[in-house]
């Protein structure tokens, strides 16, 4: 192994020693200006110290530690991450669950692999890498996969056009592997249709798996507005445990047809359903006041630091908005995925919306993202879903 390498300076090594996966730009003493994005580059302290094997790329976070250990990164490297984030999915009894067929099998940081995501969609797996040195591997990654699940994998779908650097060259989304043997897939029971192809992420949002069932739970002969709806999944759970009434409400055309169609594939759902396009911000002022529960899972407001001060006075004025229409008695789950909203800056949020909207509210839960999206204990940016469950007086 001889990767070129990066010396950091002097006490810049402490976070690398506490397992943090990035490397700032302003932590690094020498490197050859010839680096290009994406090489492999081997990361020493001050001392020539080892501290670890990862990609390098221009930017505020210049290397993204794989290997804390001084080896070779090879097929062997993959076959054991992948096993590694499999056997986890095992023990949490996803792999083989005859109602839940779709996971997410690695998560970032999550799995010790940054820039990496796999979802698992019914013998089907999407990978987007997030970075170019990761998807340098994307061959390896694919055959790692298919050396974990066997014959039970169908196919490997690359999908990283979307989440790549856009100034670093044209990609194309594309089959690796074989080909799926089904669009289908599904959640508790429930049926749902997955696009991997033009769909937002890898063609389902996976981490409000076990939000969807508690909200289901508190479902049976409510009335139900689901906003920021995507594909309707918590619309169908909302009517498969007895709502009497949903409405799915979102801005784009192609999220109402695919919740409309998901609808479609559960037959057995007896409650009322309306879908509606519309921008939920301005739809949320106009709504009456008999709405039983009420859920708001809008997209990230905030993508960086700097957009976090207007993501804040968004959350709190269709928090506010929602607390002020919602019926007495009536629950509301809310949710923020910006990863610079922390989970206290969110329920502060929440309660200056609840302060304005002048009504009694009490917190019933505090929620996450689901145990397939593992929080890396050393790196807390894994963190990224957060929720509240609200009863509303």
Known sequence: MNYPKIILKRGKEISLFRRHHWVFSGAIFQMDENLQNGQLVEVLSSKNEFLGLGHFSQGSIMVRIISFENREINQSFWDEKIAS???????????????????????????????????YYNGTAVIQAHN?????????????????????????????SETLPKNIGTFTNEWILGKPATDLVQEFGANYRIDWEKGQKTGFFIDQRENRKLLASYSKGKKVLNTFCYSGG???LALKEGAAEVHSVDISNKAIELTEENL?????????????????????????????????DPPAFAKNLKARHNAVQAYKSLNAEALKKIKSGGILFTF?????????????TITAAALESGRKVKILHQLSQPADHP???????????????????
């Open 132 to 160: 170019v040195g990761m998807h340098a591997h994307i061959a390896e990654i694919a055959q790692a996969i298919k050396n974990t699940y066997g014959e039970s994998l169908s196919g490997v779908y690359d999908k990283s």
């Open 85 to 119: 984030a499999y056997a986890l999915r095992k023990s949490l009894s996803l792999t083989d669950n005859p109602e839940t067929n779709v996971y997410r099998l690695v998560h970032g940081e999550g799995d010790l692999l940054p820039g990496l995501i796999v979802d």
């Open 234 to 236: 918590f619309s169908v």
């Open 336 to 348: 923020s995925c910006s990863q610079v909203v922390d989970k206290s800056l969110f329920t502060h």
């Open 264 to 296: 479609a594939l559960n037959p057995e759902l007896k409650g009322k359903h309306e879908s509606k396009v519309a921008d939920v911000v301005k739809y949320i002022r106009e709504i009456g006041d008999d709405y039983d529960l009420i859920v708001l």
């Open 375 to 393: 929080i890396n204990i050393f790196h807390p940016e894994t963190e990224y879903l957060k929720g509240l469950v609200l009863f509303v007086e």
